[in-house]
């Protein structure tokens, strides 16, 4: 598996990250160009979204099969996605 970035007007790949398995979660990327995603062998990554570079992972121990939701409380914006059996929420650093 992989998440590859597409130019829009031109069809052309930009850039690709390669997986050890494919996804089921689903990508989210953020107004400031971070792309989240997670994958079947249980870790939930972060990836600059301009270039692919890898920024952080995490290994939640369970299939990462649900899409990243962001929202914002009292100033801060957080990230969350399910995995196995649990939900995880994470702090972006502002």
Request: hydrophobic share 40%.
């Amino acid at each position: 598996g992989a998440i590859i970035a597409v130019q829009p007007q031109t069809g052309e790949k930009k850039w690709e990250f390669k997986m050890n398995d494919y996804t089921e979660s689903g990508v989210l990327t953020t107004a400031s160009d971070v792309l989240f995603a997670g994958g079947r062998e249980g870790n939930f990554f972060a990836l600059d979204a301009r270039d692919g570079d890898f920024l952080w992972k995490v290994g939640l121990g369970g299939t990462v099969a649900s899409g990243p939701m962001t929202f914002s409380l009292d100033g801060h914006q957080y990230v969350g996605v399910c995995a196995g059996n649990s939900l995880y929420i994470f702090g972006l650093p502002q």
